[in-house]
């Protein structure tokens, strides 16, 4: 998901997404390209692929990556269910809030996790996360940033959804402050943005006649008009980054 609505229940939210292949913007040649950029992984790496959604990357990794282990952690049963379907032995799941991680500190080789951080916040689930990375460990973290100036239109929409919304460089000094150092950053192409807003769309036309989902789709509806209408304004940016600095 793009956004936490508040004005939609989570129920209303999950009914949205249910079965659509994308929860939020993404791209595989992108995601592999950031993959691409941390490895080679050490032999039998542990990779948490941190409110994974469908399973989309958890897939991409386990498959670039045959002897690592792999776990893709989200809080919603259907979509375990649906990113564990078809995939290779070393990929697991585990119901579980990113906020609330079980692994041992220093356990894991890398972190992963796109479209879901500004849930706690970006700094905050780096500060988080951060405690179960080996020393010299990777994360790639996606991020919603402003790309050039905003529009008024586009700053007052984000200021309600996503007040902590920044810039590139702006988001790479969080990143710093939470201590990890900033590799690379990669900005998702608009191809993903329309790859995920064009089945959503379809998903809100078809649920248009009930009224608990009203909030949602309104919601929904607005956020695609928006990035219609303010194009390239803001987007996805992947973070590769490194731990580096001792443990706080």
């Not at 994360?139 to 905003?150: D, K, N």
């Not at 009224?211 to 789709?217: D, G, N, V």
């Amino acid at each position: 998901m793009c956004v936490p609505w508040q004005i939609a229940t989570m129920d209303a939210l999950f009914r949205l997404y249910d079965r659509l292949a994308l929860l939020a913007p993404g791209d595989d040649e992108t995601s592999r390209a950031a993959l691409r950029r941390v490895m080679p992984l050490p032999p039998r790496a542990r990779v948490l692929d941190i409110g994974c959604g469908t399973g989309r990357s958890a897939r991409m990794i386990a498959a670039e990556q045959p002897d690592a282990e792999v776990i893709a952690i989200d809080v919603h049963p259907p979509f375990l269910e649906e990113a564990a379907r078809g995939a290779p032995p070393s990929l697991r799941t585990r119901n579980e809030s990113m906020d609330a991680l079980s692994d041992p500190d220093e356990s894991v080789d890398l972190i992963w996790s796109e479209g879901a951080a500004y849930v706690m916040g970006f700094e905050a689930a780096l500060r988080s996360w951060r405690r179960v990375m080996r020393p010299g460990a990777h994360a790639v973290v996606s991020e919603l940033c402003w790309l050039r100036a905003p529009s008024e239109t586009a700053r007052a929409f984000w200021a309600e959804a996503y007040p902590d919304m920044t810039n590139v460089e702006g988001t790479t000094r969080r990143a710093q402050s939470a201590g990890l150092e900033v590799i690379e950053t990669l900005v998702l192409p608009e191809r993903a943005w329309d790859a995920y807003y064009a089945p959503l769309e379809a998903r809100c036309d078809a649920l248009a006649s009930d009224p608990t989902m009203h909030a949602a789709i309104e919601s929904a509806r607005r956020e695609i008009a928006l990035w219609r209408a303010t194009r390239g304004e803001y987007g996805y940016v992947m973070l590769v980054m490194r731990r580096v600095s001792p443990s706080r």
